[in-house]
């Protein structure tokens, strides 16, 4: 069965940090794109952050560029999110998603990702 499985998830205040894991199973990721995306309370699904297949090329979504940082580590098949300064607007579920077989490009649409998820749930109190 291949799936992602998200944690790191909680409670935190306002200026905080956190840091999410992704586990990934069933397939080697290696050769994947690996991307986290948030999706707050009535609101459509958004991009976070996408790592190349070794981490080297990353890209963010202007919300949180400087405060989130996103890398992987291939020998544990694990993708990782960064997040300080935490704000109240951050408050949101935030999935793992990966795109098979691509390497580059770090598509910021939804769409383009096959694998994904159950999400884990990050609130921000202020």
């Known amino acids: 069965q291949v799936q992602l499985v998200e944690s790191g998830g909680g409670l935190v205040q306002a200026g905080g940090s956190l840091r999410l894991s992704c586990a990934a199973s069933?397939?080697?990721?290696?050769?994947?794109?690996m991307g986290w995306f948030r999706q707050g309370p009535g609101k459509e699904r958004e991009f976070v952050a996408v790592a190349s297949c070794a981490g080297g090329m990353t890209k963010y979504a202007d919300s949180v560029k400087g405060r989130f940082t996103i890398s992987r580590d291939n020998a544990k098949n694990t993708v990782y999110l960064q997040m300080n300064s935490l704000k109240a607007e951050d408050t949101a579920v935030y999935y793992c998603?990966?795109?098979?077989?691509?390497?580059?490009?770090?598509?910021?649409?939804?769409?383009?990702?096959?694998?994904w998820g159950q999400g884990t749930q990050v609130t921000v109190s202020s």
């Open positions: 069933g397939r080697t990721f290696s050769g994947d794109l």
């Open positions: 998603a990966s795109d098979l077989d691509a390497c580059y490009g770090g598509s910021r649409d939804p769409s383009k990702y096959e694998i």
